[in-house]
């Protein structure tokens, strides 16, 4: 079986999931780069349900840089045939990229999304150059492979994949109808007669709540509740602002886990993104295996692979969101066509369609190797 070594920062519930169901065709190692206190979401390193075989490499902090000392010597201990490098923004996976080189190993960057970025000459040249060392790239769609592109990749050498953290049968095979939505917004205590518009994610600045929390206040019609869902610094901050501006109509929710939001996504109407960045977004793709509507902002890089024929892309104007808001809420026949559009984008993008695509670049990578893996996989 093929010896396969993935590095990644954070244990996320989809990516293990992922490692789980990829552990079933190579021998697979993951190292993690961790640092304590990352994230606002809080991460299990101790499953017992990993399938795979892991590493905690613990980083530690020197002023604002991370680093991990065991790095080289932890990949010393086993030969793998092929590696793929969860990016290029941890000093860590800087430090890996560098070493598969000089040592003319066979690896892959993985990149799950990506902006162009030239507002920095310096570092843009620096990740060119490591762009370039590698041979083979992971894409997750297409903003990710312009701007793999940008900095010198090999188009032939690029392996798109489809992002996901969905599995296939947890897909909905058709959108809720008016009744079976009514009765989950009841089950939830909700009101079964206004519509709800959702978002999820990390309370702090760049996630957009406050936008989203504008849009209620320009937006306020009893027929319309906005719902956010999610955990981080900012609560408090956003509660007073609901608070003094009298928002009777939204409804500020803790961090829930997958289980619990799916009530949450079948009981919503509409899935509202307002992201100011994210080089992806999986809770869109959770919101369209709901069948909902989506309204995202241009800054999300899942708009442009997941947001075709079922949703509108915006900018962060509050203004021209409530107008895309209403534009999809008060045209009962929009919306229903955005909803089976959504359901049928989702069940492209599932967990086996993204192991399979990595299985693809693995195979291709290893198929001529054979023992003669580092002179094949040279640079």
């Not at 442009?304 to 949703?311: P, Q, T, V, W």
């Not at 969101?321 to 559009?341: T, Y």
């Amino acid at each position: 079986m093929i010896k396969v070594l993935f590095t990644t920062n954070l244990p996320s519930p989809y990516r293990l999931n992922f490692f789980n169901e990829l552990s079933k065709h190579v021998d697979l190692t993951v190292f993690f780069f961790y640092q304590k206190g990352e994230d606002n979401r809080p991460w299990n390193y101790n499953s017992k349900n990993y399938q795979f075989k892991y590493k905690v490499l613990e980083e530690f902090k020197l002023k604002r840089i991370r680093f991990n000392p065991k790095l080289y010597s932890e990949i010393n201990k086993e030969k793998f045939d092929f590696i793929i490098i969860g990016g290029y923004s941890l000093i860590s996976e800087v430090l890996l990229i560098q070493y598969c080189k000089r040592k003319n190993l066979c690896y892959a960057i993985n990149s799950d999304g990506g902006f162009i970025n030239n507002r920095n000459i310096i570092l843009e040249h620096f990740k060119k150059n490591l762009i370039l060392s590698s041979k083979y790239w992971l894409s997750s769609g297409r903003k990710c492979t312009e701007t793999l592109l940008h900095y010198g990749a090999i188009k032939a050498n690029i392996y798109e994949y489809k992002f996901s953290s969905m599995w296939r049968n947890e897909i909905l095979s058709e959108p809720l109808n008016n009744f079976q939505k009514e009765l989950q917004k009841e089950k939830l205590s909700l009101s079964s007669d206004v519509k709800i518009i959702l978002t999820v994610g990390q309370y702090i600045n760049r996630k957009g709540i406050d936008i989203f929390l504008e849009c209620a206040n320009k937006l306020q019609d009893k027929k319309y509740l906005f719902l956010t869902v999610g955990q981080g610094p900012l609560k408090e901050k956003y509660i007073e602002y609901i608070q003094s501006n009298h928002l009777e109509n939204v409804i500020i929710k803790d961090y829930m886990n997958k289980l619990e939001l799916i009530e949450y996504f079948k009981a919503a109407d509409l899935f509202l993104f307002p992201t100011r960045e994210d080089i992806w977004g999986l809770v869109i793709n959770e919101a369209i295996s709901f069948g909902l509507p989506i309204i995202v902002s241009e800054h999300a890089g899942a708009a442009y692979d997941l947001i075709e024929g079922n949703g509108l892309i915006t900018s962060l104007n509050s203004d021209e969101i409530v107008c895309s808001i209403r534009e999809v809420l008060e045209n009962e026949e929009l919306a229903n066509s955005f909803s089976k559009a959504s359901i049928e984008i989702a069940k492209n993008y599932t967990i086996e369609a993204m192991v399979r695509e990595h299985l693809n670049l693995i195979y291709s990578a290893t198929s001529k190797l054979e023992g003669k893996w580092h002179e094949n996989c040279t640079n």
